[in-house]
């Protein structure tokens, strides 16, 4: 049996942890040994309690600096994990000694670049996993990611050539092989790719990728609607600082808003009544996605994959650029509406026409209809078939 | 050969890989494996060897706490500051710690500001060893002292109980017993002292075996400045080792109206104020001097009060000014002035520096009563300090488990 080590290096929240445990409890099943590196222990025990599988701290970049106005991927990892060639090579030779203590038979890495480069030149295969926004295209140079408002190229290759000099002075101190591109680190692992073509902001660029869709969530508890008459919306995500103005104008009706929102201020709870509840324990996202008419969201990829699956249209509340790209996508699709800006008004107003403008809807059940032979199943089924084919080709 | 696991938790910058580093290099050379699991890499990237040792990042409390206490008055508060405030952060922590020991399956655990490692390690029947300087392990008592000095008070025992309270629920989590009092958070097979009695910050310790420093990585030959003028009283020389701090202008202002030959190390970040005062009788160094040998030829030290240098300046019998940024300096300012030997100016008032630093260079109390100190050391040696803790890991590795 194989021991499979999944690493989770930049990100934050649930939003990393819970689809790899729905990869990892069918291995267990199975008889694999699975072993987990976390950017973030608590978020794992509160995920993986229970599970038997361990869980390591992540040799990760704590301070990150990454600033407001990203572009490109290469400029993400100088400002995160790739931030300094001293630290970045202390930090290959921790996931060295990680791996080289767990000796993995498939290392699954999950927004983990520098696991995967640390993995270079060791003798067990890689897996890359996540939505398309961690898992860049093999092209070199990589793309502008906001091209509706392009940085200067030159800024864009300098960043680049700068990211993939670190890399490489830090695997020759830790003695890897070097990389001729910085894409070479994805391209050289198999991919799995768990979201849908029409929410990977690098589609154009990818040949021949399969996308297996989205990855089911951990489950829970049935969606605590507030009772009556009213269009249900899930109100779901990060703290913003409108949030309490928008939850009062909720509170007042005429929808039924069930607000799911991690780290929610005690204080904002006022706002409960007969027109708004919150949830607190994790929900059984499938009733939610049902049940509901329309999601209010900090644009989770996931979350808005299930509500799209749904047919429910969405307002996203993009706050980092990869929630803007999917905003984008969405918005692209004509399936919702995006607000940047978080203005109360702005969020309420956009609420209001996706509810009663039925080509919001219309377009939501459109891509639900395309991916209506989609199987749930299918990711972990093909990702399972993956991980044990190279496992057993080793 | 034992295999020895080396934590640091609780922290920032070199010093705590560097005082582990010779006690490391001395187990490896008797045939040891040690691992290092710490908080940060980079000192480990900067200063140990990857051909003989490993290290692996430690888990630790990342993000900011809420409801964080901005000046902490006890070690207590200090926990709750680091994730001792929730028990599902504690949990998180600990079983990450705890999958590390299983992984790496320690025969002895080292362990230097490290109190959640530490909790790890309850019931694991692997003995323990717990270094630092006093400031790193609290006196065993409960409630835990104020960190001033002062007397115990209801609010003390009541931020206790909670932090406790946490701290116990997560044990249960685990199924460990529970705490009897947060102090015991300390127990191990071993405590030492990687200080003097004297620089104890909690003074007044019932026991404690003290070993007094380790090596320090030595820095650059000390570059004096020459005199300025023939003049000048070239004969009492001040070495100061300092941060930026706001009113450091002043200070050096002073020290350049006094007119003695001074050699400033001020570490990053200081690049314009050095180009501001340099020249005359002064000379900065762009790197960290060798402590030992600046000391020796120096007549008063000024510092922040950081332990290695108020012991370096202390070992040399140098008398010195003290500005303390932070509780622990404070501590042990408190008790550089206590054994006489030094002023401390934690106001950092610029006629505040100013007196003191006057009062130094001019009452020879002071600069006796270092010398004593250093006449009660003159027989510690730092070169026999990594044998003798080999020594006694091997015997903790050797005794009963516990």
New interface residues.
């Given amino acids: 049996m194989a021991h499979v080590v999944m690493a989770w290096e930049l990100g934050a929240g649930y939003g990393h942890l819970a689809p790899l445990l729905s990869l990892a409890r069918p291995l267990q099943e199975a008889g694999h040994d699975v072993s987990f590196v976390v950017r973030d222990v608590v978020a794992a025990e509160a995920v993986l309690a229970g599970s038997g599988m361990p869980f390591y701290p992540a040799p990760a970049n704590f301070r990150p600096t990454g600033g407001a106005d990203l572009h490109s991927y290469p400029q993400i990892l100088l400002g995160t994990a790739f931030n300094r060639e001293d630290e970045l090579g202390a930090r290959v030779r921790a996931w060295r000694s990680l791996l080289q203590a767990l000796q993995p038979d498939v290392l699954v890495a999950d927004h983990a670049p520098t696991a995967l480069l640390a993995a270079r030149g060791t003798d067990f295969p890689c897996v890359v996993t996540g939505n398309g926004f961690v898992v860049p295209p093999d092209v070199s140079p990589l793309p502008e990611l906001r091209p509706w408002a392009p940085a200067d190229q030159r800024v864009l290759e300098q960043a680049e050539a700068e990211a993939l000099e670190r890399a490489n002075r830090a695997a020759q101190r830790a003695g890897s092989p070097t990389l001729t591109r910085l894409a070479d680190l994805y391209a050289e692992a198999a991919p799995a790719l768990f979201t849908f073509r029409e929410l990977d902001n690098y589609a154009g660029l990818r040949k021949d990728a399969a996308y297996w869709g989205t990855l089911p969530g951990p489950g829970g508890a049935a969606p605590p609607w507030p009772s009556g008459a009213g269009k249900r919306v899930f109100l779901y995500g990060h703290l913003f600082e409108s949030l309490p103005q928008v939850l009062k104008s909720l509170s007042k009706g005429p929808h039924r808003t069930l607000a799911q929102v991690p780290r929610l201020p005690p204080d904002l709870r006022r706002h409960a009544s007969a027109h708004l509840a919150f949830a607190d324990a994790l929900l059984d996202m499938a009733a939610v996605t049902r049940e509901c008419d329309a999601a209010v969201m900090t644009s989770g990829h996931s979350t808005t994959a299930a509500m799209l699956l749904a047919g429910k249209p969405l307002v996203l509340l993009p706050q980092y650029l990869e929630m803007l790209l999917i905003a984008r996508s969405v918005e692209a699709q004509g399936a919702g509406l995006s607000a940047p800006m978080l203005k109360p008004e702005g969020i309420l107003g956009k609420l209001e026409r996706v509810l009663g403008e039925p080509q919001f809807a219309e377009k939501a059940r459109a891509f639900a209809a395309a991916h209506a032979e989609w199987d749930p199943a299918i990711p972990v089924t093909n990702f399972g078939a993956l991980v044990t084919r190279l496992a057993a080709e080793r | 050969m034992a295999k020895i696991v080396m934590c640091w938790e609780l922290g920032g910058d070199l010093g705590h890989v560097a005082r582990m580093k010779p006690l490391a290099e001395a187990l490896a050379k008797r045939g040891h494996r040690v ?1 290092f699991i ?1 908080r ?3 000192p ?3 200063l140990l060897d ?1 051909e003989r040792f ?6 630790y409390q ?1 993000e900011a706490v809420p409801d964080q206490d901005a000046a902490p008055r006890s070690l207590t508060q200090v926990l709750h500051n680091v994730g001792f405030h929730a028990t ?2 504690l ?3 600990l ?2 710690w705890r ?2 020991y ?3 399956q320690p025969d002895l655990l080292v362990f230097d500001h490290s109190p959640t490692a530490m909790l790890a390690a309850r019931g694991l029947r692997i003995p323990r060893l717990v270094l630092g300087t006093g400031f790193g392990i609290p006196p065993a008592r409960t409630p835990l002292p104020r960190f001033d000095g002062g007397a115990d008070d209801a609010g003390l025992k009541t931020e206790e109980d909670r932090v406790t309270a946490n701290t116990n629920a997560a044990l249960g989590v685990l199924g460990t017993p529970p705490l009897s009092r947060l102090a015991d958070i300390y127990d191990a097979e071993a405590q030492v002292f990687f200080t003097f009695r004297e620089l104890d910050h909690y003074p007044g310790r019932d026991a404690g075996d003290y070993w007094g420093v380790t090596q320090q990585d030595a820095g650059v030959p000390p570059l004096w400045p020459e005199p300025a003028t023939p003049a000048a009283p070239a004969d009492r020389r001040v070495f100061a080792y300092l941060k930026p701090f706001e009113t450091l202008p002043s200070l050096l202002s002073t020290l350049r109206e006094a007119g003695h030959p001074t050699l400033i190390y001020m570490g990053k970040g200081t690049k314009d104020i050095a180009k501001q005062f340099a020249g005359g009788t002064f000379a900065f160094s762009e790197r960290p001097v060798d402590l030992g040998a600046a000391v020796a030829a120096a007549d008063v030290v000024i510092c922040h009060s950081g332990h290695g240098t108020v012991s370096a300046a202390l070992l040399g019998g140098k008398p010195l000014l003290l500005l303390p940024l932070n509780m622990e300096q404070r501590m042990l300012s408190a008790r550089v002035m206590q054994a006489g030997a030094g002023l401390a100016a934690p106001a950092l008032s610029p006629e505040g520096m100013r007196d003191k630093f006057l009062r130094l260079m001019a009452e020879p109390a002071f600069s006796s009563a270092a010398q004593r100190f250093a006449e009660r050391h003159a027989s510690h040696e730092v070169d026999t300090i990594p044998a003798r803790f080999a020594a006694l890991a091997e015997r903790l590795i050797a005794s009963e488990a516990p």
Avoid: I, K, S
């Fill in positions: 691992d710490l940060e890499c980079l480990a990237e900067r990857p490993r290290w692996f990042q430690a888990p990342t599902r952060n949990v998180g922590r079983r990450a999958a590390l299983a992984l790496l």
